[in-house]
C-alpha cells in the first residue's frame, strides 16, 4: 500500500442527496441542475476511487454518523460498488463538520506518520470538506492538501471555498491525474 498518498470520501450519504432532493428550491435554479452536480460529482469520485486501487492508495472513507439510522446504507451505492472489495479501505464516523481528527487517529492507528499527500472528495464544500481540509492543513503542513474539485460537491449550491486556499500546502485542483503529473 502507497503510505504516501491518501484519499478521502467525506459524507457521501444518502441522507445529504436526499434532503437536498426535498429543499433544491432554497438552492438551485431547478432540480435537474441539482441531479447534475451530484452525478458530476459522484462521477469525479468514482474516478479518484479508481486512481486510487490502481496505485494501492489508503481509501478513508469519513461518514456523519449522526445522519443516518440503518449503517448497511451510508455511503451511497455506487460508490460503495466502485471501492468493492479493496483491502485498502476504512470507514469512520466522526461526530462533527471537520473530520481532520478521526482521519488523524486512522492513520496514527496503522502507524502512518507521513502522508505526502491528501486528495479531499465529498461534500458539503462549504462545511464538512471545508473544515476538514483546513484543520488537516494545519496538522499536516508538510503534506499536500489537493481539493479534487471535480469531486466536491455542496447541497446548498455553494461554490465558494472561503479562506480553505489560505493555507500554502493547500490547493484546488479538478482532477488528481492533471495534479500529480
Not at 42 to 60: D, F, M, S, V
Not at 72 to 88: D, E, F
Request: charged residues 30%; positive net charge; glycine residues 4%.
Amino acid at each position: 500500500m502507497a503510505d504516501n498518498k491518501v484519499l478521502v470520501i467525506i459524507d457521501m450519504q444518502p441522507f445529504f442527496l436526499n434532503r437536498a432532493k426535498r429543499n433544491w428550491r432554497r438552492f438551485w435554479d431547478s432540480k435537474q441542475s441539482f441531479l447534475d452536480e451530484w452525478n458530476k460529482v459522484t462521477k469525479g469520485i468514482q474516478q479518484e476511487i479508481r486512481i486510487a486501487k490502481k496505485n494501492k492508495e489508503l481509501i478513508i472513507v469519513v461518514e456523519y454518523w449522526r445522519m443516518e439510522t440503518n449503517k448497511k446504507t451510508w455511503t451511497v451505492s455506487a460508490l460503495r460498488k466502485t471501492i468493492g472489495k479493496y483491502p485498502h479501505v476504512v470507514y469512520l464516523n466522526k461526530d462533527f463538520d471537520d473530520g481532520s481528527s478521526t482521519i488523524q487517529n486512522e492513520l496514527k492507528r496503522r502507524k502512518i506518520q507521513d502522508v505526502a499527500v491528501f486528495k479531499i472528495t465529498g461534500v458539503n464544500r462549504s462545511f464538512c470538506v471545508a473544515d476538514t481540509a483546513k484543520n488537516l492543513s494545519r496538522k499536516y503542513s508538510d503534506s499536500k492538501i489537493l481539493l479534487i474539485d471535480e469531486a466536491i460537491g455542496d447541497e446548498h449550491g455553494d461554490n465558494g471555498w472561503g479562506n480553505v486556499t489560505a493555507f500554502s500546502n493547500t490547493a484546488i485542483v479538478p482532477n488528481s491525474t492533471l495534479a500529480l503529473v
